[in-house]
């Protein structure tokens, strides 16, 4: 079984507009990095699909798809607050960046892949149940949760979120469910304003949401420590049988949104240890979705680093 990695230049027409930090230049940076390392050749490349819409509606209303769906095809320069910018083929690289996460889950799910990242966009985790918030339409981590929970059967689930901003979307999806255990390591306080660690869960869900907030200088020692001390010994415990990350890069030391000092090995380190959990209780079974990351070096460094280890071909760079 192999990595996969899933990307398409149809995700480059998501146009944010000049200067908005979540562009469409991210996304060739990255394959002009690692198509020069020496992994690259162990990578099976999966195109993506159009996601249904009743997998969206599994998250977002239909009144919400429809709002979003109008306000790209009169081509509206924003959706719902100005941070999410829009353009007339918005609506469609949203959906096929959602039907990208179901066709990784299909073909890991399958065994055909052990695991996989998905080099999409728009990214997700701030969009909520009827918002589009933070750069973000759809949730693509939460479609895809529930869509292996419906369509795959899967009882346990670990979404585990290392962007440096809080996923408020993911959260308040799953938040009073037992079946999907919520991990967020984010700068806090910080944009959305969510996260903080009395944050968990609520009902049924009560103990399935864990944040682990981060101060403004936070580097890789308390990144490595938050993990040692609590995130793996609770996820062990919950024992998921899959792992999927919202792998935001956003807590690089050189991006410029946030103030978190995070080196590229600190996310190959991070890598490994979720490789581990999947190894141990989810045959393996990993899926990674990028969510941010707005230095185009860091992120392309950082995501080279995270697919050297998925692949197991490289050893990690120091940076």
């Not at 192999?2 to 979540?22: A, C, I, R, S």
């Not at 910080?190 to 101060?215: D, F, L, Q, R, V």
């Not at 030391?253 to 380190?269: K, S």
Request: glycine share 10%.
């Amino acid at each position: 079984m192999t990595t996969g990695l899933l990307y398409d230049p149809v995700y480059l027409e998501h146009d944010t507009g000049f200067g908005h930090p979540e562009r469409s230049e991210r996304l060739p940076a990255v394959m002009n990095y690692i198509e020069k390392q020496p992994f690259f050749a162990a990578l099976e490349h999966i195109p993506p699909r159009v996601a249904e819409p009743e997998w969206v509606e599994q998250i977002h209303s239909a009144r919400y798809m429809q709002r979003a769906e109008t306000a790209c095809r009169r081509n509206y320069s924003h959706l719902d607050s100005m941070d999410v910018a829009i353009s007339g083929r918005s609506y469609d690289v949203a959906l096929l960046a959602a039907g990208g996460a179901l066709e990784l889950g299909d073909r890991v799910m399958s065994g055909t892949l052990r695991n996989a990242f998905g080099l999409v966009r728009p990214p997700g985790h701030h969009a909520e149940h009827e918002t589009a918030l933070g750069f973000c339409l759809f949730n693509n981590i939460a479609i895809l949760a529930r869509y292996l929970q419906k369509r795959h059967g899967l009882q346990k689930i670990l979404i585990l979120d290392w962007d440096v901003h809080h996923g408020n979307g993911t959260q308040h999806t799953f938040e009073q469910d037992p079946s999907v255990l919520y991990v967020s390591l984010h700068q806090y306080p910080y944009y959305p304003g969510t996260g903080a660690a009395s944050e968990t869960g609520s009902g049924k869900g009560k103990g399935a949401t864990i944040n682990c907030p981060m101060s403004a200088g936070a580097g890789d020692s308390d990144y490595k420590q938050a993990f040692s001390e609590r995130i793996l010994p609770d996820v062990d415990r919950f024992k998921p049988e899959i792992v999927l990350i919202s792998a935001g890069f956003d807590a690089h030391r050189d991006d410029p949104l946030a103030q978190v000092n995070l080196t590229t090995e600190c996310y190959g380190w991070m890598t490994e240890r979720m490789m581990e959990v999947a190894d141990r209780h989810a045959d393996g079974k990993l899926i990674a979705l990028l969510e941010g990351g707005y230095d185009l070096g860091a992120l392309a460094r950082s995501i080279g680093t995270h697919l050297r280890v998925l692949t197991g071909t490289a050893p990690q760079p120091s940076d």
